[in-house]
Every structure is written in C-alpha cells, then in structure tokens.
C-alpha cells in the first residue's frame, strides 16, 4: 500500500461540480492498489510544501483538459505505472501538510485536523453530483439537534443538541442510583435548596423572562408575571410540604396501634409544557424534589431554553445531578422515556398526547397523572356587571395569546345583556389587544408560538364564517413579520361550529346568545373537557345554583383563568386525570405505607 498525503477538510470526499476538495494539517488519505481518485468538471488537486503524493506500481495520475495539479517547493508526487489519479476540465483537490484521511466505500466523510480515515482495496473516492460528505453531514446534524426559533421574528434563535438513547438512559440510571441518597436527605436540607431556587427566580428574573419571551412570543410583561407566580407556587410547597408528609396516627393508644406513613414514588418522569413553562413545571418537580423523588424533566421543544434555565438554576440552588436531569428534545425524546422503567409520568399537554402516553405505560401500573386540554365556557347573567365582565372576559381570553388550558374559549351571554356585553367586548379587544412585538414592555398580544397553529386558526375561522358566524373584528393573521394573528371576535355562533367544541387555544372567541340559565348550562356542560367554567352574575345565590350544576373541576364567580396554588387543579374527561396544587398536589408524589404495631 502507498501513502498519499493529501487530505480534506469540511469538504465531501464524493462533490458534484465546481467543489474543492482541500485538507487541513496532519491529515491522511491512504490507498492501496486499484483505487482511484476521481473528479468531474473544475476540479484542482493542488499540494503545499511539504506533501507527497505516492503510488506504487499499477497507479495513474492523469489529467485531462485543463486540469491544476500544482505543488509547491518540497513535494513529491511519483506514480509507478497502472496507477490512477484522474481529474478533468478544472478540478481541484487542494492538501495542506500532514494530515491523514481514510474512507471505504460508499462512505462519505468530513474530517477536520487530526482525523484519519481510510480506503481498502477497489474503493472510490468519487466527486459526483449526488454523493456528498458535507451535505450528509449537515443531514446528520439537522437531524440530531433542535432548532429553537423567535416566533415573533420567524428568525432562528440557535440550535441545541438532542438527547439520544443512549444519554437518555445514562441519565435515568443516574437517578435510579441517585435516588435513595436524595430521599434519605433531611427535609430541611431539601426546602433549603428549594428556598434557593426560589430566590434566583427573583435574582433571575429579567434575563429569564427574556429568554422565555424570545423563544415563545409571549409578552415580556407576562414573562415576568409567569415568574413571579411560580415563585408564589413554590412559596405554597415550602410552607406546606413538611406539614402533609408528618406520619399519621390513626389508632395511636389500643394493643395494635396504626400509623399512615409517606414515601417517595421514586424515579419520576415530568413531561412539560410550553405555554407557561415555569408555572406548568413548579407544580410538579418542586413538589417532587421536596417530597424524596428524583425527577427526570423534560421541557417542550418549543420551551428548551427555558427548560435549560430551570435545570441550571435547579443545580446552582444545590439540587444534585443524581436527584435532576433535563432530557432535551422533541416527540422522539418523549417515547424513549416512555420506554423506561420510571416509576411515574406526569404529562402536561394536550389531550390526544396525554391518552397516547396514558395508554402507552397503563401495562406498568404506575401512577399516571395528565393535565390536559379545555374548552372553557363563561357565561354572562342578566344580573352581571356587564362592563366588568366584557373587560374579564377579553383578558380571559386573550391573555397568553389565548395559548392556555384554562383561557376562556367560549362565552354564553344572556339575551337581556348581549347587544351591551358584545359591544363593551369588541371595544376593549380593539382597544387594548393589538398583537405587538411581545418585548415591548406595553404589548399585551405576543406572537402564537408555533407557526404550523396558525393554520389551525385560519381553518376555524373559515369553518364558523361558512357555517353563518359573523366577523366582528379580526379573522387573519396579522400583516407583519413573525407569528402574529389577530385577536378574532365571532357572533352568531354555534355547537355546530368548530370554534365552539373543539379546543382553540389561540386568541379566537366565540359569542353565543342564550335565552336563559338553563341554556346556558346545558350549552357550558354540551363538551367532552371539564377543566374550568366561569359565571358572571351580582346574585351570588344564583351563581351557586349554576356552578353545582357545571362539570369542571375549578369554577369562577365573577373571575376567570385563574389559578391557586391552596386549591387542587385538576380536570375532567378529556381535561385530564389527577390534581397538582393544594395539598393533594403534594400527596401526588407519594404513597402510602400503613404500619400496624401490636405489642408482644
């Protein structure tokens, strides 16, 4: 075999036209006999001092018309009959000093310096068209990373690597070993670290809500308020945790006494949202963390910056690698955990992922909990304060970009009151609900936070328009760069319509006149989610009557799209299975050990 010292670097060993093949210091090509390097059209094979290039007997090099094969002082090229280096009109292959590259066959690589790669015997390094190094590489990395964009730009933000199967597994047997260390750390120890986090949100804040406006669209106003109610949730469980986690005596003075006993579940999988990062992931992981478990965390592809955020403050408060890990990455990276032993799932999305993941890990018989989707209905009485209620009602719906389980999705309004409310509405949307660029400081309506929702949008406002809704203001993405879609108001609306069944969760709503309470009701109740349902009335009494009647699991009297963390949060039928919040949203992450104690 002969040593050929030419080599290439970010450059395809197999190029169509007009490519250059150049090489980087301490790089090799070798070959043995009967290979050939070969190249098309404008093509140079070019060498710098100090290079050999060397064939055995049986080996060519050969130019045709034009060709460059050029050295510099102090190279040699020899060549023994039958041996091949063929190049034609124009062709370059340009070397730098010492650098090695070896390929076999049908393989394409790029290497940069000191790599080697290498050719075995009756193999090509070809330059065609449609065989590429760089190009597959590029491929490669494509496929292995995320790309995170700014809705309210379309422009990309950066890239982030991908967990793969392997760094999935390496990460939950870190906690699997971890664990048991972490739950027999004290409480305090844990609520110290917890107390930590809960002062670098503050400290953090600006550069967070940034972040989060960046990659989501959502007004920096509102990133701020997100943070700021997190950091009142974790407030709840640092208060609250020590207190529901005490063993309970049932009969503590009889020959046989009780006690209730808590432990950790162990092993946790936290599959987030996007919409309201920190909100939707302090009501599992901390209660988590507090509780004994190890939490493997995995953020949504549209919120993997902020998740980066989360993890990385997490460790700075003193939390360890063994106790958290984040899994980066999209729906591929969801089914690898999927696939582990965890030893419970916590999913917060839609409803047709969670039934997916629900279904998914049913033969494990570990806890499953899913805060899923709604479709949630307010309703104005003709003893309402309609002006309150017009201006509640707009920001129920229209705050976050309408982009929340719980934004108001459709309204019900007495026809005593409608022409009024429906009047107050659109004013106040018009007026103060004008999509902007969300770092503004003033903007209330950011950017919808994935581009392939905008057509959803769009096919439900065509589906009410063609059905007889009419459109009072909006029905379009907005004319400006980025993600932008206008705030939509529809009357003449019905159950026949997409927009008054199926979830929107964008800043669309339908208005729908009713003759009373009891159609209103029936209307609130005519849905397969339950998650919240809000009435506007003066007349308490009558609020109680319709709320016992509504199948939600939260309901408002006179305010909407709200939640607290001393109340559970929890939904039904296709708004999920399970409670976070409240003391319920602690005992979520543990089970019960009963011990029965007789004397001797």
């Given at each position: 075999m002969v040593n050929w010292n030419f080599t290439f670097q970010l450059r395809p060993t197999n190029t169509s036209k007009h490519h250059n093949f150049t090489t980087s210091p301490h790089h090799n090509i070798e070959a043995s006999q009967f290979h050939n390097i070969a190249t098309s059209q404008h093509r140079h094979i070019t060498t710098s001092p100090h290079h050999n290039?060397?064939?055995?007997?049986?080996h060519n090099i050969t130019t045709s018309q034009h060709p460059h094969f050029t050295t510099s002082p102090h190279h040699n090229i020899t060549t023994s009959p039958h041996h091949n280096i063929t190049t034609s009109q124009h062709r370059h292959i340009t070397t730098s000093p010492h650098h090695n590259i070896t390929t076999s066959q049908h393989h394409n690589i790029t290497t940069s310096p000191h790599h080697n790669i290498t050719t075995s015997q009756h193999h090509n390094i070809t330059t065609s068209q449609h065989l590429h190094i760089a190009i597959s590489q590029h491929k490669n990395m494509i496929e292995n990373t995320l790309r995170i964009n700014n809705p309210a730009t379309g422009i990309k933000i950066t890239r982030v690597q991908k967990d793969d199967a392997e760094s999935v597994q390496q990460k939950y047997q870190l906690l699997k070993n971890g664990q048991p260390e972490w739950a027999n750390t004290p409480l305090s120890e844990r609520l110290w670290c917890i107390e930590q986090f809960f002062r670098l949100l503050d400290v953090e804040r600006v550069d967070l809500a940034e972040t989060l406006t960046a990659e989501m669209g959502k007004p920096f106003q509102e990133a701020l308020n997100e943070i700021q109610g997190a950091r009142g949730r974790i407030h709840f469980f640092l208060n609250n945790t020590s207190n529901w986690l005490q063993d309970e005596w049932m009969i503590p003075d009889a020959p046989t006494r009780e006690r209730l006993s808590f432990e950790p579940l162990g092993v946790i999988g936290n599959i987030s949202a996007w919409n309201y990062p920190y909100l939707v992931g302090v009501n599992v992981f901390i209660p988590a963390l507090l509780t004994g478990n190890a939490v493997l965390y995995k953020p949504s592809e549209y919120a993997t910056l902020t998740g980066a955020k989360i993890r990385d403050?997490?460790?700075e408060a003193g939390i360890p690698l063994s106790a958290f890990q984040m899994v980066t990455g999209n729906a591929e990276q969801g089914e690898m955990m999927l696939d582990l032993p965890l030893d419970a799932y916590f999913f917060t999305g839609s409803y047709k992922t969670g039934m997916y993941i629900y279904q998914k890990v049913a033969p494990k018989l570990v806890p499953v909990q899913l805060e899923l989707g709604g479709k949630d209905p307010l309703y104005v009485t003709n003893n309402a304060d309609i002006h309150n209620a017009a201006l509640s009602a707009a920001e129920g719906a229209f705050y976050n970009n309408g982009q929340s389980c719980c934004a108001v999705e459709r309204?019900?309004?007495?026809?005593?009151?409608y022409d009024q409310f429906v009047e107050l509405f659109v004013a106040e949307v018009n007026a103060n609900w004008q999509p902007?660029?969300?770092?503004?400081?003033?903007t209330k309506l950011g950017a919808i936070s994935r581009k392939e929702h905008l057509a959803f949008l769009d096919e439900q406002?065509?589906?009410?328009?063609?059905?007889?809704?009419?459109?009072?203001t909006g029905g379009k993405r907005a004319d400006r760069k980025g993600w932008f879609y206008e705030p939509t108001v529809l009357t003449n609306v019905n159950h026949s319509m997409n927009i008054m069944r199926d979830e929107t969760f964008g800043p669309l709503i339908g208005i729908q006149k009713v003759a009373n309470d009891n159609e209103a009701i029936a209307l609130m109740n005519d849905t397969q989610y339950g998650l919240t349902a809000a009435v506007y009335t003066n007349n308490e009494n009558q609020a109680e009557q319709i709320m016992k009647q509504l199948n939600a699991g939260t309901v408002y009297l006179n305010c909407c799209d709200r939640v607290s963390p001393n109340l559970p949060w929890s939904g039904r039928q296709h708004s999920g299975l399970g409670a976070t919040l409240s003391y319920m949203g602690i005992r979520a992450?543990?089970?019960?050990?009963a011990y029965h104690l007789r004397h001797v």
């Open positions: 290039i060397t064939t055995s007997p049986h403050l997490l460790y309204i019900y309004v007495h026809q005593d009151v902007n660029l969300p770092a503004l400081l003033n406002v065509k589906d009410a328009l063609d059905k007889g809704a009419t459109l009072l992450f543990v089970r019960p050990k």
